[in-house]
C-alpha cells in the first residue's frame, strides 16, 4: 500500500464491443509493478443485476439498469483507489453529446468525479469481426453479431480525441502484449509528474 494520503488512480478503459476492453484490462492489471485491480462493468451489470441482491427491488428499465452497473463500478473505484490502489474499469462509454436522450446524459457522472483517465481501444471494424470469426468462445446464442460490431464502429468513439485525459488507441494491427505496452504509455503520460 502507498502513503496514507496518496490516492490511487482511476482508469476507464472503453471501446467498442470485442474490441479488448475486458481482457487489457484484466491482463494489464495483473502485470503491472503497482498494484492495480480491474473492475468490468459488463460483469457488473451481469453478476449485481442477475443476483438476489436486487432480485427482490427490480430495476424498471434498461437505462436503469446501465445507470445502476456504473454507479456501483465508480463506488468500487472509489473504495479501491481510496486505498492507494489503482482501479481500472472497463466498459462501453462514448463522450456525451447534446443530442443524447436526456435519460442516458450523466450515466457515468460518479466516475467521472473520480477524474479518471480514459483510454480508448479502437481496433477496425475488420478486425472485431475477425476476432469474432476466429474466437470460438463468442459463438452461440448470446454472441455479439456481425451487426452489432457494425453498428457499435459507427458511435462517436473519436469524440474522445478532444478530451486532454484521454487517449483514443487503433490496436487493429497489435498483440496483447503490444496493446498491454500502449495503455501503459497512455496512462503514463497522461497521469503527468508524479
Known sequence: M????????????????????????????MQR???????????????VLDSDLVRGHPLPDVVSRYRFAARVAAAQADR???????CIVSGARVPESPTDPPEWRNMWGDLDRLDPITIVLLPSVEARLTR??????????????EE???????????????????AVLDTSDMDQQQV???????????????
Open 2 to 29: 502507498t502513503e496514507a494520503n496518496e490516492r490511487g488512480q482511476t482508469i476507464f478503459l472503453t471501446g467498442p464491443v470485442v474490441s479488448g476492453k475486458t481482457t487489457t484490462a484484466q491482463l494489464w492489471a
Open 33 to 47: 509493478a503497482r498494484a492495480t485491480f480491474a473492475a468490468d462493468w459488463d460483469d457488473i451489470q451481469t453478476t
Open 80 to 86: 479501491i483507489t481510496a486505498t492507494g490502489i489503482d
Open 132 to 145: 469474432v470469426r476466429n474466437d470460438p468462445h463468442r459463438r452461440g446464442p448470446y454472441a455479439i453479431t
Open 148 to 166: 452489432q460490431i457494425r453498428e457499435s464502429g459507427r458511435w462517436a468513439w473519436n469524440a474522445w480525441r478532444e478530451d486532454p485525459r484521454a
Open 180 to 194: 498491454i505496452a500502449e495503455v501503459e504509455r497512455a496512462v503514463s503520460k497522461l497521469s503527468g509528474p508524479t
